[in-house]
């Protein structure tokens, strides 16, 4: 075997190493829960195949005591995080998270799972959560195929949600449905959890690696200064969640300062979590001050 085979040329952390003949090894993400219908949890789970040609599916989330029942609760589509390169819906860490949200805001989430880097560069992930998107979007005139999505949610009070680059993708929806069609449907509300973007005057590593042939500080999927759509966003209310100790944390303010100055009429608001780091509340959802974030975005998307 040709020995550069095993040279290394991309090592994200303890997540993802990328190799020069190709190979990629996950170490997150890559387990996966079983849905389950009627879980001690009191959330139901099923999984969705939403466009077999580019392989992209989801997890729907509903309260047990929903199914069935008539009543109508907010409708969630969650976009998980990973740098574009890892997660799932389906692993313990999201699988968790979306229903620890379900529970405590009493909604029905879909959680997206799109094709990763470096197999799938950026914007494909962006395309297919689009995709996925309207998918959900199809169930709102009382057709689509998923009865959990058609019956149960209430299309008056969508939300898109999502950490880190899922928050990324997550934004980049809610600017596209300002100027594009989405089937009739308005968004509420968007929640960005510890948001991934550009600085102001460099590009990071990450995304370089992830979108090699775009224009780094150009491009508007990276730098919020860059996006004429900001002014359009197609929702009414943002919440943006940060962390004291995040590296992240001036990048998530930078999106802030720009989404206020853009002309945009909505209502943002910023919080901030002391002592911690970024996503902490995914690897420590017991804590303190995971609970109390969650409870934050339980209360944004209750108007609370």
């Not at 079983?34 to 939403?50: A, Y």
């Not at 959560?129 to 979007?137: E, F, R, T």
């Not at 199809?138 to 939300?159: L, Y």
Request: with cysteine; aromatic share 10%; net charge negative.
């Amino acid at each position: 075997m040709d020995s550069s085979s095993n040279e290394i040329i991309h090592q994200w952390g303890s997540y993802i190493r990328v190799y020069k003949d190709g190979r990629v090894e996950r170490f997150f993400g890559t387990d996966k829960v079983p849905s389950s219908i009627n879980s001690t949890d009191g959330v139901s789970t099923k999984d969705v195949l939403i466009a077999p040609e580019i392989d992209v599916s989801a997890r729907i989330f509903i309260p047990t005591s929903t199914i069935n029942s008539g009543h109508k609760l907010p409708l969630l589509i969650y976009f998980h995080g990973g740098g574009f390169r890892v997660g799932s819906p389906f692993c313990a860490t999201y699988h968790n998270y979306v229903t620890s949200l379900v529970t405590a805001a009493s909604v029905v989430a879909v959680s997206i799972d799109y094709r990763l880097a470096p197999e799938y560069l950026v914007p494909t992930c962006h395309e297919d959560s689009w995709v996925a998107l309207k998918w959900v979007a199809s169930h709102s005139n009382g057709e689509g195929p998923e009865e959990w999505i058609r019956d149960c949610a209430h299309f008056g009070q969508v939300f898109l949600a999502g950490d880190s680059g899922g928050a990324n993708i997550a934004h980049d929806l809610a600017a596209r449905a300002g100027i594009e069609n989405l089937n009739g449907v308005k968004l509420t509300g968007l929640c960005l959890v510890h948001p991934y973007f550009g600085s102001k005057d460099s590009v990071d590593e990450s995304w370089i690696f992830v979108s090699p042939t775009t224009s780094g500080l150009d491009d508007f999927r990276y730098n919020p200064a860059a996006d004429s759509r900001m002014a359009s966003l197609g929702c009414t209310r943002v919440l943006i969640c940060l962390a004291e100790k995040d590296v992240l944390r001036q990048r998530g303010l930078f999106y802030y300062e720009t989404l206020r100055k853009s002309g945009w009429g909505g209502e943002v608001e910023i919080v901030e979590t002391e002592g911690e780091g970024h996503v902490f509340h995914l690897f420590n959802p017991n804590c303190d001050t995971a609970e109390a974030l969650l409870k934050k975005l339980a209360s944004f998307i209750n108007h609370g």
